[in-house]
């Protein structure tokens, strides 16, 4: 069975042997940042029109905002991003999902002391998608939109990528 290890070293290979994005600079060129879904089945170079060296990708379970906040604060601050893209999705495992029943899985599978690290990392909540994704995309706007940690002339929008179509929606 090919492990990932295995994975990586062929694809590397294949890639570097034709590899022709040397020498791009940091700073995203066209100032974007798109916070989706971590799920493997959005391909975002292709769906959303990115290049190598255009913008910032930030991915997570659910496409969180503030779980995505740290990342931005980099990405506007530190290489002149000017715009944010929050992109959920279709069929996401995230939403509506228990807290609850993540920490039971996470009790029965890491033990008691992988709680306590929950505790101690702040991380207690998992941010699920609450009350539907168009709902989810809007909270996550609204939450950007009111940070003291995002200038007020960014450019926010909210949209979601439907996993049967390919279409990428707007929602506000
Ligand atoms: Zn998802």
């Not at 995505?68 to 530190?78: D, F, H, K, P, W």
């Not at 290489?79 to 069929?91: C, D, F, P, Q, S």
């Not at 609850?100 to 991380?123: D, F, Q, S």
């Amino acid at each position: 069975m090919s492990t990932l290890k295995d994975h990586i070293a062929k694809a590397s290979e294949r890639y570097s042997g034709t590899f022709k994005n040397g020498g791009l600079k940091s700073p995203p060129s066209r100032h974007f940042i798109f916070v989706t879904c971590m799920d493997a089945r959005i391909d975002t170079h292709a769906a959303f029109g990115i290049g190598p060296g255009e913008a910032h990708v930030i991915r997570n379970a659910g496409g969180s905002a503030a779980d995505a906040l740290r990342s931005i604060v980099i990405s506007q601050q530190l290489l002149g991003t000017r715009e944010v893209a929050i992109i959920k999705h279709t069929k996401c495992g995230m939403d509506g999902l228990p807290n609850e029943m993540v920490h039971a899985t996470v009790l029965k599978n890491l033990g008691i002391e992988a709680i306590g690290e929950l505790k101690t990392r702040n991380m207690i909540d998992f941010l699920p998608v609450g009350g539907g994704i168009t709902h989810g995309v809007k909270e996550d706007v609204k939450l950007l939109k009111t940070s003291s940690l995002v200038p007020r002339d960014i450019e926010i929008t909210g949209w979601i990528y439907d996993v049967d179509s390919g279409a990428t929606t707007r929602v506000c």
